[in-house]
Each structure stands twice: as C-alpha cells, then as structure tokens.
C-alpha cells in the first residue's frame, strides 16, 4: 500500500508545475485523495462487501468531486488533476501512467450489461471536458484533445480531437518518417518526457481549420481559372 501511495505522490509531483511539496498534495489534491479511497472502496467491492464499497465511494464524490465506482479498475501512477467532474464507470479498465483531466468522462452509452466502459491503455492523456464513452479501447500513448467525444476504439499513438471524436495525428507513424526535421517527431517527444506521458493540450492538429483552407485555396484556384478563360 505504502508504495502504490509513493508512486502516486511522486506522479503528481512530476506532473503539476504547482505541487510544492509532499504534504501538499497529501492534504490538498483532490484526485489523489479520490484514488487513495478508490483503492480502499476496490478492496471491499473484490471481498464483496459491495454495500461498504459504495458508502465509500459515495463519501469520496461527496468529498473530492470524482465519482470513480468502486468496481473499476485502475493501474500505478494516475494522475487525477483537478478532479472536479470526473466520472469512471464500473467496468472501467485504466492502465499506468494515466494522466485525467476535469470534467472527464469513461463512461457507458446505455444500460446494456456486461464490459461497457472504455478501457485505457498506458501513458494515456484525457484532456479536460472530454467523454470516452461505451466499450472502446484507447491504446497506449493515445492523447484524447479537450473536448473530444471517443466513440470508437483509438490505436496506439494517437490523437483524437472533435465530436464524434477523430484520429488527427499518428504520432507512430511520424516517428517513422523520412523527414529529419519533423516538427511532430521532436516536439512530442521532448513534451513527453521521462515516462512517456505527453501532457501537452493545446498543440492539436485542427480538422476543421484544415478541410477550411483546403476549400478556400480551391475556390480561388478556381475563381483564378474563370478570369482567365474570360480573358
């Protein structure tokens, strides 16, 4: 126990830029304080002391902000910042290395029963007001943008931006790439850092703004031709 707190702690100090010290984020992280509780509700729920498990997770939304079911299943070193609205179902399955932003969901899409969450794979990042919803699979490394709404299942590698949620960047495959100088490769790998984990939110290929310029340079190309046809 003392050394899942250990990584955890040491997690969030990696992490956040603001953690001063030990004791704070023992007194003063709410989604450390979530997972420390979650761990305990878990033990219960797997001894089947179901009643006791959701009195606790009950407390610890009450207390914290996050609403983790008790049944849910979550690997060494996640990092909760925030807290604040953060929602994990019960047949959740999260990995190592996770980083969850606020207002973040992993949830279901119904009431079918059965594996309904999503499962997380390691050295994932859910950015903040994003929704991963049903049985979908994030793969290892995968950064889910803010905002964003998982409906499908990520592969490894990648970023996911939009609602419905769409593959922009395979960070894989640009590793690979015969480009020496490929902004992709250099930047993600310097952000992230000693354990992989890339916390960077705001430099996210835009979709949109693509498919945009792409139109407005076809209309002029366009515009250009029929000037010269006249002339």
Known sequence: MWGTWRNDIDCVKK????VRSTWEVLFCYPGFRALRRHRFAHFLYR????LCARLVADRTRFLTGVDIHPAAQIGQRVFIDHGAGVV???TTEIGNDVTIYQGSTLGGTGK???????TVGNHVTISAGSSVLGPVTLGDYCKVGAGAVVLTDIPPHATVVGVPGRV??????CRDCAESSCEDCDKVEARAGEEGVDLDQIHLPDPVRGELEALAERITQLERDMRGNKE
């Open 47 to 50: 001894h089947r002391f179901t």
């Open 168 to 173: 922009v960047r395979l960070r894989a495959a």
């Open 112 to 118: 079918v029963t059965g594996k309904r969450h999503p």
């Open 88 to 90: 994990i179902g019960e």
């Open 15 to 18: 992490r956040d830029p603001a």
